[in-house]
């Protein structure tokens, strides 16, 4: 039972979370916490907070303390399963939502989310099976319908899935999130369909609902900054971790640009594992400040970087990613940050292999805006003429990286990947310090469960119907054309 004084703390906390303010809501759940105590809602509170910032660990220890105080409520252990999903770790999750459901068969989140999970795995006959007996009901969760949808996407039931995308968002009170991502779906499937202005009219329908604008010039500007930070005068003030980073194989690329592909392809050799996109590497950049008790940002604070403090984060690092695949020789990451940080990945991961895989801007470019994004990690997705800027600005990015840092490259064309895939799965797989294994060409026999966009295209052969995949659309893309020739 709360006291007053500590309702009033976690009301407050409450109110920033839902307001965005998460560091905030942190700071006074953590105000509660003695140590290993503290009341049940600080702890619950503070693994959603966790939960959203990405940091995985810290949210599965707040809802494992809530379990235990708490053993026979479902919420808690659907919370880890959900946590460890979104952390690439299916086979973790599942039994977390199935622990949910024998506590309670018909807690909705549980079932949604699971019914999600398989999907994503290929299982579409027992994703239906779940959700259908609620879709009706009044206590069906708005999910569902997506997941529905998405299930007659993945069966190729184009006038099924269009029909359901047509009558989730005609729903009244239809969340801004579900519309987005309904619209975009209704997109893809005209696609599939080769009805190309109605999918183009989609895809732009779902990008405006994107509220978040995003500010071209200073991203230019903190990119331009980072660069002069390690390949300029100041480089030699940054120091090098004297070890770290020998497991790693960091893949760095544009989204859509073919990142899952050459995860997948390095996933299916027997020693190594991949572990998604998460932001360990991110996370350790943007506390830097916090790190250094200093109060400049990153790139800037780089420069406060003493030897012993690199060779701690090094070792840091080593030992989260070595936590999040057991026993590999080799860990895949591709998170869709890397290429922003492969100045610092040189600093504190010097032993790292990063594999840089690039595509044609057009088909790049449009991939992108056919999808939906975090506006955390591409705000710029939802606009044609930021999307070729930013675009030549990683082009140009990665090459200066290539040319001035002290870190091995493998530069992987898409389009020469999927026209020779032996020839360059070998060359990624001699890049990463690995003997040949032929089943890197049976990558899509994984039963890993990719939960990024590509998550269809892992479980099946390399095709090369998305090359030139642009000129479907050329009438539409004017503005992204003339950006792209600009300079």
């Given at each position: 039972?709360l006291?007053p004084?500590?309702?009033q703390v976690?009301?407050?906390?409450?109110h920033?979370?839902q307001?965005g303010?998460?560091?905030f809501?942190?700071?006074?759940?953590?105000?509660?916490?003695?140590g290993?105590?503290?009341p049940?809602e600080?702890?619950?509170l503070l693994?959603?907070i966790?939960m959203?910032?990405?940091q995985t660990d810290?949210a599965?220890d707040?809802?494992?303390r809530?379990?235990?105080?708490?053993p026979?409520?479902?919420?808690f252990h659907?919370?880890?399963?959900?946590?460890?999903a979104m952390s690439?770790?299916a086979?973790?999750?599942?039994?977390r939502?199935?622990?949910?459901?024998t506590?309670?068969?018909?807690?909705?989140p549980?079932i949604?989310w699971k019914?999600?999970?398989?999907?994503?795995?290929?299982?579409?006959?027992?994703?239906r099976?779940?959700?259908e007996?609620y879709?009706?009901?009044p206590?069906?969760?708005?999910e569902?319908?997506?997941i529905?949808a998405?299930?007659?996407h993945?069966?190729k039931?184009?006038?099924a899935c269009?029909?359901?995308?047509?009558?989730?968002?005609?729903?009244?009170n239809?969340t801004l999130?579900l519309?987005?991502?309904l619209?975009f779906?209704?997109?893809r499937?005209y696609?599939?369909?080769?009805d190309y202005?109605?999918?183009?009219?989609?895809f732009?329908?779902a990008?405006a609902y994107?509220?978040e604008v995003?500010?071209?010039?200073?991203f230019e500007?903190w990119l331009?900054?980072?660069?002069?930070h390690?390949?300029g005068e100041?480089?030699?003030?940054?120091?090098t971790?004297?070890?770290?980073g020998d497991?790693m194989?960091?893949i760095?690329?544009?989204?859509r640009?073919?990142?899952?592909?050459?995860?997948?392809?390095i996933?299916a050799?027997?020693d190594?594992?991949?572990?998604?996109?998460?932001?360990?590497?991110d996370?350790?950049?943007?506390?830097l400040?916090l790190?250094?008790n200093a109060?400049?940002?990153?790139p800037q604070?780089?420069r406060?970087?003493?030897?012993?403090?690199?060779d701690?984060l090094?070792r840091?690092?080593?030992?989260?990613?070595?936590?999040?695949?057991?026993?590999?020789?080799?860990?895949?990451?591709?998170?869709?940050?890397?290429?922003l940080y492969v100045a610092?990945m040189s600093r504190l991961?010097?032993?790292?292999?990063?594999?840089?895989i690039?595509?044609?801007?057009?088909?790049n470019?449009?991939?992108?805006?056919?999808q939906?994004?975090?506006?955390?990690?591409?705000?710029y997705?939802?606009?044609?003429?930021?999307?070729a800027?930013?675009?030549k600005?990683?082009?140009?990015?990665m090459r200066?990286?290539?040319?001035?840092?002290n870190l091995p490259?493998?530069?992987?064309?898409y389009?020469?990947?999927v026209?020779?895939?032996?020839t360059?799965?070998?060359?990624?797989?001699?890049?990463?310090?690995?003997?040949?294994?032929?089943?890197c060409l049976r990558?899509y026999?994984?039963s890993?469960v990719?939960l990024?966009?590509?998550?269809e295209q892992?479980?099946q052969?390399?095709?090369?119907?998305?090359?030139?995949?642009?000129?479907n659309y050329e009438r539409?893309?004017?503005p992204?054309?003339?950006e792209?020739a600009r300079d």
């Amino acid at each position: 039972m709360l006291k007053p004084q500590q309702r009033q703390v976690i009301d407050q906390a409450n109110h920033h979370y839902q307001a965005g303010r998460l560091q905030f809501a942190m700071d006074l759940c953590q105000s509660l916490i003695k140590g290993k105590r503290g009341p049940l809602e600080a702890w619950h509170l503070l693994g959603l907070i966790a939960m959203r910032r990405e940091q995985t660990d810290l949210a599965l220890d707040c809802f494992q303390r809530c379990a235990k105080e708490r053993p026979n409520d479902p919420q808690f252990h659907y919370l880890m399963g959900k946590m460890l999903a979104m952390s690439a770790r299916a086979d973790d999750a599942l039994p977390r939502y199935d622990w949910a459901l024998t506590l309670d068969p018909n807690y909705i989140p549980a079932i949604t989310w699971k019914a999600a999970l398989l999907e994503r795995a290929g299982d579409t006959a027992q994703a239906r099976a779940l959700i259908e007996p609620y879709l009706d009901t009044p206590n069906a969760d708005p999910e569902m319908g997506h997941i529905l949808a998405r299930i007659e996407h993945a069966e190729k039931n184009n006038d099924a899935c269009v029909a359901i995308c047509k009558r989730e968002l005609a729903r009244p009170n239809q969340t801004l999130r579900l519309n987005q991502l309904l619209t975009f779906l209704l997109g893809r499937t005209y696609d599939r369909m080769k009805d190309y202005d109605n999918a183009f009219e989609a895809f732009s329908q779902a990008n405006a609902y994107q509220q978040e604008v995003f500010d071209y010039d200073g991203f230019e500007r903190w990119l331009n900054d980072t660069i002069e930070h390690f390949c300029g005068e100041f480089a030699q003030e940054i120091p090098t971790a004297t070890a770290g980073g020998d497991k790693m194989v960091m893949i760095a690329g544009m989204p859509r640009s073919g990142t899952t592909l050459i995860e997948t392809i390095i996933d299916a050799h027997p020693d190594a594992q991949a572990i998604g996109e998460t932001a360990d590497l991110d996370r350790v950049v943007l506390r830097l400040p916090l790190t250094l008790n200093a109060n400049e940002p990153y790139p800037q604070v780089a420069r406060r970087l003493d030897q012993p403090t690199a060779d701690r984060l090094a070792r840091e690092l080593d030992k989260v990613f070595a936590s999040r695949a057991p026993g590999a020789q080799r860990i895949v990451n591709k998170h869709l940050n890397n290429w922003l940080y492969v100045a610092m990945m040189s600093r504190l991961m010097p032993a790292a292999r990063v594999i840089w895989i690039h595509r044609d801007p057009r088909d790049n470019c449009l991939g992108l805006y056919m999808q939906h994004f975090n506006p955390r990690t591409a705000a710029y997705a939802v606009d044609l003429r930021n999307l070729a800027r930013v675009h030549k600005l990683h082009m140009r990015t990665m090459r200066t990286w290539i040319d001035r840092l002290n870190l091995p490259v493998l530069e992987v064309p898409y389009e020469s990947l999927v026209e020779d895939p032996e020839t360059w799965s070998r060359k990624i797989i001699d890049h990463a310090d690995l003997e040949w294994d032929d089943a890197c060409l049976r990558f899509y026999e994984t039963s890993r469960v990719a939960l990024t966009h590509s998550h269809e295209q892992v479980r099946q052969p390399i095709y090369k119907s998305a090359v030139g995949r642009w000129k479907n659309y050329e009438r539409h893309l004017a503005p992204l054309l003339e950006e792209l020739a600009r300079d």
